[in-house]
């Protein structure tokens, strides 16, 4: 049986984490806010260059550009975008598992994985996989000269031949409450298969020709694809650590009132045998 000054020692302790769990739950809220406004502000730019971009690769020839050529080969690189900092729940244990299906699903495939995020880093680092390349997510927003030198990296081993196509993942960000797991094809680039859409957004004039422009927008797609991982992963972070950060003051504060319930019956059952044992010194005195 524990004595109160110990459960005292332990409420204390609890209310502690409680402030701390509180803060940071504001911080992320605050955070939140920046990046939810910064990735709605991305998406219809990243989603309209998907369909230009699906546009223009319908029309022309998979070797009239390298991004295009689907070369059959099993070496596969692996993008996975994750968190730097733990206390954020189940945000980045559902990403490492989507990574690890993903490669149980391709027993045969040579695969490499290109690693944003300390907590992906630090979960593969002794797996014995090969590393591409290793990056953290870091403290500040999320800007596109880091998507760019992201993109540079993962096309500069496409054109290498060191990886044959490339997969993406990343959290889609839908709410605080919500943060859902996507794997997408980021390389060769392929046309959508849409053709309600292709009928719905008809022909585009390019000016100059379609060749160029293709040429032109490949590379800029996969920094912009980059970029929105980056955006929707940092604005996922942030809900799931918030959403994380309320449940644990909550349960902070449950566990307050029965560690409290506890100590004030202690202390009134020793409250009582000091009387009782008044009151027997004193019968025993007459």
């Known amino acids: 049986m ?14 502690n984490t409680r402030q701390i769990t ?7 809220a605050a955070k939140l806010k920046r990046a939810q406004d910064e990735i ?28 295009l050529e689907a070369r059959g080969g099993n070496k596969v690189g692996l993008m996975l975008f994750t968190s730097d900092r733990g206390l954020c729940g189940s945000f980045n244990s559902q990403l490492l598992r989507n990574a ?13 994985l290109y690693l944003v995020g300390r907590r992906g880093g630090e979960y ?6 090969k590393l591409i390349n290793s990056r953290n997510m870091g403290n500040a927003r999320p800007n596109y000269g880091s998507a760019a030198e992201i993109a540079n990296d993962i096309i500069g081993a496409y054109l290498k031949g060191e990886i044959d196509e490339v997969h993406i993942i ?13 794997l997408q094809q980021l390389l060769p680039v ?24 293709l040429a032109s927008l490949l590379p800029r797609y996969v920094e912009v694809q980059a970029f929105r ?46 009387l009782m044992e008044i009151i027997g010194g004193a019968e025993a005195l007459k």
């Not at 524990?2 to 209310?15: F, N, T």
């Not at 392929?190 to 422009?213: I, M, R, S, T």
């Open 40 to 67: 709605v502000a991305a998406r219809p730019y990243a989603e309209k260059m998907l369909e230009l971009i699906g546009s223009l690769a319908s029309k022309a020839s998979s070797d009239s550009h390298p991004l």
């Open 22 to 28: 509180k803060a940071m739950k504001m911080v992320s």
């Open 124 to 129: 593969f680092k002794k797996r014995g996989i």
């Open 170 to 182: 990343f959290s889609e960000f839908k709410s605080a409450l919500t943060q859902k797991p996507v």
């Open 190 to 213: 392929v046309a959508p298969q849409n053709e309600e859409k292709k009928e719905e957004g008809g022909d585009y004039l390019y000016e100059p020709a379609e060749d160029a422009v």
């Open 100 to 112: 690890e299906r993903f490669m149980r699903e391709r027993p045969s495939a040579e695969i490499s």
């Open 229 to 274: 991982a980056l955006l929707e992963t940092s604005a996922s972070e942030h809900g799931a650590r918030m959403t994380a950060m309320d449940s644990a003051s909550k349960n902070a504060g449950q566990m307050i009132s029965g560690l409290t319930l506890v100590y004030n019956r202690l202390r009134q059952a020793a409250i009582t045998k000091e």
């Open 2 to 15: 524990p004595s109160l000054k110990d459960i005292k020692r332990r409420i204390k302790s609890v209310k």
